[in-house]
């Protein structure tokens, strides 16, 4: 079986760092685990108004959402918190009341960032909303990465041979938890 995984950037950036992660950790991933990104960015701002009638993009959002066996959250830090286009994303895809998409749905968050804190505060909020979504979030290892000039190779890879050993561990450790979530439906 191939495992369908969502990725969802909480960068809008064209060359974003997370993004540039995103790839990298997909390309540490096993064979049968498929990678596709989600846009986040086309979304308008979410309100209570669109219930009634939800627009094609997020209805989209919702179908991809739900028929993914994982998902991948890979965020910046903005201001201590998670970036609002990534809260955005989780409010449109929480609603309309009743139908959260995001329920039950095995995940994993990481980030990296130009701060020393490495986005560790970006990823406890965002643990928090995912716990209230019902979405079962792995909890080790944590990832908190600094961005440098040297951390990504020529091919999009990561550089330093430790950092890719421990981001490789990460993953292996994203996909059994996939699996495991897999099997008790
Ligand atoms: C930042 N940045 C940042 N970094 C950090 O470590 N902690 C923070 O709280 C913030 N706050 C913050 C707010 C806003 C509005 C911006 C634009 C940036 C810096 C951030 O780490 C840096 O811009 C990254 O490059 C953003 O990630 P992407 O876009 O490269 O994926």
């Known amino acids: 079986m191939a495992y369908k995984i969502e990725v969802v950037v909480?960068?809008?950036r064209r060359e974003s760092f997370n993004k540039q992660l995103a790839h990298a950790l997909a390309k540490l991933a096993s064979s049968d685990f498929e990678f596709s990104f989600l846009d986040i960015g086309s979304l308008p701002l979410y309100s209570q108004d669109y219930?009634?009638?939800?627009p094609d993009v997020a209805k989209a959002l919702k179908a991809r959402v739900e028929a993914a066996n994982g998902l991948l959250f890979v965020t910046p830090e903005y201001n201590r918190s998670m970036p609002?286009?990534?809260?955005?994303?989780?409010?449109w895809g929480s609603r309309p009341w009743g139908a959260n998409s995001w329920k039950d749905k095995p995940a994993a968050v990481c980030g990296i960032s130009v701060g020393a804190t490495?986005?560790?505060?970006?990823?406890?909020?965002?643990r928090n909303v995912l716990a209230y979504l019902d979405v079962p979030t792995l909890g080790q290892p944590e990832i908190f990465l600094k961005h440098t000039?040297?951390?990504?190779d020529?091919?999009?890879?990561?550089?330093?041979?430790?950092?890719?050993?421990?981001?490789?561990t990460f993953v292996q450790r994203f996909e059994a938890w996939?699996?495991?979530?897999?099997?008790?439906k």
């Open 10 to 12: 909480g960068s809008l």
């Open 178 to 184: 996939v699996k495991r979530h897999a099997s008790t």
């Open 84 to 91: 609002g286009v990534l809260k955005n994303a989780l409010d």
């Open 154 to 168: 020529a091919h999009g890879g990561i550089a330093n041979d430790d950092t890719r050993k421990f981001l490789t």
């Open 118 to 126: 490495g986005t560790a505060l970006s990823q406890q909020h965002l």
């Open 149 to 152: 000039d040297s951390f990504f």
């Open 51 to 54: 219930d009634a009638d939800f």
